[in-house]
């Protein structure tokens, strides 16, 4: 599973092991997927992009 850094852990997930660097790079691209999401659902507003991701998507 994909998550963010703002996402809430998951409770079966151990918060005490750093992550890899092949995870890194997915939440890095899935962060970056995010942002550009947002660019795209604020243009072409005046209003700048909000950082704001929600931790789970509706269904």
């Given at each position: 599973?994909?998550?963010?850094?703002?996402?809430?852990?998951?409770?079966?997930?151990?918060?005490?092991?750093?992550?890899?660097?092949?995870?890194?790079?997915?939440?890095k691209e899935h962060e970056s997927r995010n942002q550009d999401e947002a660019l795209e659902e604020t243009f072409p507003a005046s209003d700048p992009v909000s950082p704001f991701v929600p931790a789970k998507a509706p269904d």
């Open positions: 599973m994909i998550r963010d850094r703002k996402d809430p852990p998951d409770p079966s997930e151990d918060r005490d092991q750093p992550e890899s660097g092949h995870e890194r790079k997915q939440r």
